[in-house]
């Protein structure tokens, strides 16, 4: 897609008018909003250099998703040959590290999620990629249902270039004014035995609204920002060999996670989740990350 420069705010734009009519209009329309070049190549560089510690420590409280077994189990535990023929997903390194953490939360992109969710963000989790996922078309609120609606924000951090045959990101702009699925229980969180409808009710109406997929070819330090509700996924990998190093964020609401009586950590204009590193099958309960120099917030 051709990329609307003229979003970019410059360094030092006024915090409370985080949002150009363009930009508001742009979301409004299409759900979503591209940031080009938002960081620069020595923020990245420092973020990815903190994933590939990670690796290199086996950091034991960090927990990865194998993406061709299906296996979630602790990094710490990751065979060699894994290391070198699986693709995985990372989970929540903003837990543990601040280089990923301040990608995420900043002066500069806080107060834009903060104006999307129309609420100070509170960063939830993060999700770190070496290559591409392959994750079939979804939408966020399916598996993050938000207590408020609209209350769910993401970004995707490019951490270098997306070549084509990598399984860039593809996704369908204004489908996140498509009617949510209403499942068996009268909620819009995924039942499992139920996705097929859901899947069958989001073609439909795909079809019926004329939307058309793009892909997102990034550059390195490229931010791509989506609504909860647009339906994305990822494309399909034609070199398996290419990475497409990334990593993505999910904020909900300050007044949602304070609803739900959770731990709040004060950073810069935002706040983080306090919380337990993700449960694995058959392990002990999941660990704590270190506190946060700052006194959570609680309710």
Known sequence: MKFPWKWLRPRGADAASPLTASMRECWDRDGLLVLPGFY????VDAAEASLREAWAQGAPRIVVDDLVTGERLPLARVSEQARR??????SDLYLEREAVRRLALNERITPIVAALLGQPPVL????SFEQGSAQPDHVDSLYMTPRSPHHLVAIWVALEDTHPDAGPLRYYPG??????YVFSNGSHHFIQDEMPLWDRHMR??????????????????DVFVWSAYLLHGDSDIRDPARTRKSVVFHYLSKQDCLAHRLALAPEG??????RQHPAVPGEDDPAWPPLPATPLIRP
């Open 40 to 43: 620069s190549p020595a923020e």
């Open 85 to 90: 023929e699986h693709r995985f997903k990372v």
């Open 124 to 127: 939830c989790n993060s999700l």
């Open 175 to 180: 489908s996140h004014k498509i009617p949510q």
């Open 204 to 221: 439909a109406q795909v079809e019926a609204l004329k939307l058309q997929p793009e892909v997102f070819l990034a550059r390195k330090g």
């Open 269 to 274: 204009p935002g706040f983080w989740l306090y």
